[in-house]
């Protein structure tokens, strides 16, 4: 796998979703909020560019927001950055406490969704359902925190709920975005991907997935993230495969962040 760069590839005079023309925007391969400087230059329209950004954001915001938080990492909206955040706390007699913390002293939980891989790479027919919705749980107390709350018999609870099909479209957003930079737009098949991304395409665990079993040791720090493209047979032709590591140097010590795995097309000319 490969780190992501800090490059900027040049558009298409198009819109990489819709085919539209007029006034692009420019569309970052990781989002900017996540810590991403890899750019496609004018690459989507103002319609496509509202969707694109929901899903952005709700990585952002739902899924890495405690970790963002805790980790000072970038945003468009600095002034908006919060000074505290709140965890709750269930006590010995069961009865639950909001306490607030500053970002560095927070306790923090990381859900990173798991189902299964891609069902075309298994072989299987398009569904919209997600056959398991399970998730890795990754998180940090502070030292202190923890021999306080041994002491007083105290939890500190997870929290927050998960949307499948938004995650997974914003996981096939940025590695068709992956593809499109280091292929080309013309360069291979996208087959359902775009209308996918739009949610147009209702069968979302068709072409993105994730392994079940536990994923391997972190990345050496100083690699935020890690993505690469590949292909793989699958039906007698050869496709395009991206994996893709979010925040691939964190974690435990004997198991990192997930690598979740799309198809994001059809390889030109092969058969």
Same mark, same amino acid.
């Given at each position: 796998? =490969?780190? @992501?760069?800090? #490059?900027?590839?040049?558009? %298409?005079?198009?819109?990489?979703?819709?085919?539209?023309?007029?006034?692009?925007?420019?569309?970052?391969?990781?989002?900017?909020?996540?810590?991403?400087?890899? #750019? @496609?230059?004018?690459?989507?329209?103002?319609?496509?560019?509202?969707?694109?950004? %929901?899903?952005?954001?709700?990585?952002?915001?739902?899924?890495?927001?405690?970790?963002?938080?805790?980790?000072?990492?970038?945003?468009?909206?600095?002034?908006?950055?919060?000074?505290?955040?709140?965890?709750?706390?269930?006590?010995?007699?069961?009865?639950?406490? =909001?306490?607030?913390?500053?970002?560095?002293?927070?306790?923090?939980?990381?859900?990173?969704?798991? *189902?299964? $891989?891609?069902?075309?790479? $298994?072989?299987?027919?398009?569904?919209?359902?997600?056959?398991?919705?399970?998730?890795?749980?990754? *998180? *940090?107390?502070?030292?202190?925190?923890?021999k306080t709350a041994e002491m007083e018999r105290e939890?500190?609870?997870?929290?927050?709920?998960?949307?499948?099909?938004?995650?997974?479209? /914003?996981?096939?957003? @940025?590695?068709?975005?992956?593809? #499109?930079?280091? $292929?080309?737009?013309?360069?291979?098949?996208?087959?359902?991907?775009?209308?996918?991304?739009?949610?147009?395409?209702? &069968? #979302?665990?068709?072409?993105?997935? =994730?392994?079940?079993?536990?994923?391997?040791?972190?990345?050496?720090? /100083?690699?935020?993230?890690?993505?690469?493209?590949?292909?793989?047979? @699958?039906?007698?032709?050869?496709? *395009?495969?991206?994996?893709?590591?979010?925040?691939?140097?964190?974690?435990?010590?004997? &198991?990192?962040?997930?690598?979740?795995?799309?198809?994001?097309?059809?390889?030109?000319?092969?058969?």
């Open positions: 796998m =490969v780190d @992501i760069q800090g #490059v900027k590839f040049p558009g %298409y005079g198009l819109c990489i979703y819709c085919g539209a023309t007029g006034t692009l925007k420019d569309e970052h391969i990781i989002p900017f909020s996540l810590g991403g400087k890899a #750019v @496609i230059e004018a690459a989507s329209c103002g319609d496509c560019e509202k969707i694109t950004s %929901y899903l952005d954001g709700y990585l952002a915001r739902q899924i890495f927001h405690e970790y963002r938080a805790h980790t000072g990492m970038k945003s468009r909206r600095p002034k908006e950055r919060p000074t505290k955040l709140s965890a709750t706390i269930v006590k010995p007699d069961g009865t639950h406490e =909001v306490r607030s913390f500053a970002p560095k002293e927070h306790p923090y939980f990381l859900m990173m969704p798991v *189902w299964n $891989l891609p069902g075309i790479f $298994l072989g299987r027919a398009p569904t919209h359902n997600f056959p398991i919705m399970q998730a890795h749980a990754y *998180w *940090w107390i502070p030292e202190s925190m923890q939890q500190v609870r997870a929290k927050g709920t998960i949307n499948y099909t938004a995650f997974a479209r /914003g996981l096939a957003r @940025i590695s068709y975005c992956q593809a #499109v930079a280091h $292929l080309g737009l013309e360069a291979f098949d996208p087959l359902d991907l775009p209308a996918l991304i739009l949610g147009k395409y209702p &069968h #979302v665990p068709h072409y993105v997935g =994730v392994p079940r079993e536990d994923p391997p040791p972190p990345e050496p720090q /100083g690699c935020l993230h890690k993505i690469d493209i590949e292909p793989v047979p @699958i039906g007698g032709e050869d496709h *395009w495969l991206v994996s893709l590591r979010f925040f691939a140097h964190s974690s435990f010590e004997q &198991h990192g962040m997930p690598i979740y795995k799309t198809i994001v097309g059809k390889r030109h000319g092969r058969g």
